[in-house]
């Protein structure tokens, strides 16, 4: 879309405007505790914190033997770390 077609509002939007609405649309429920919420944020921060950094490390190691198409612990870290920066992407 082209921005020659929008119109932008007469007064400009206040930021405090945006910070309180809801950010889950309207009638819906929140079924997120905020114990949950902190379980969650913890484990995420130990998969970035200690263990991406564990497992790159073994990567590393593995990837300095040689062949990394027959070597499983390549293999598996590879695939560890898609699954840690998937996790940390969302």
Request: no cysteine; hydrophobic share 35%.
């Amino acid at each position: 879309m082209s921005k020659a077609f929008t119109r932008e509002p007469d007064s400009p939007a206040d930021d405090d405007d945006l910070e309180a609405a809801s950010p889950l649309p309207a009638g819906a429920r929140n079924y997120m505790t905020p114990g949950g919420f902190a379980r969650m944020k913890a484990e995420l921060d130990r998969l970035v914190a200690r263990d991406r950094p564990e497992v790159v490390a073994t990567i590393a190691w593995a990837a300095s033997n040689g062949d990394r198409s027959e070597n499983g612990d390549y293999i598996y870290g590879k695939k560890r770390l898609r699954e840690i920066d998937g996790a940390s992407a969302s």
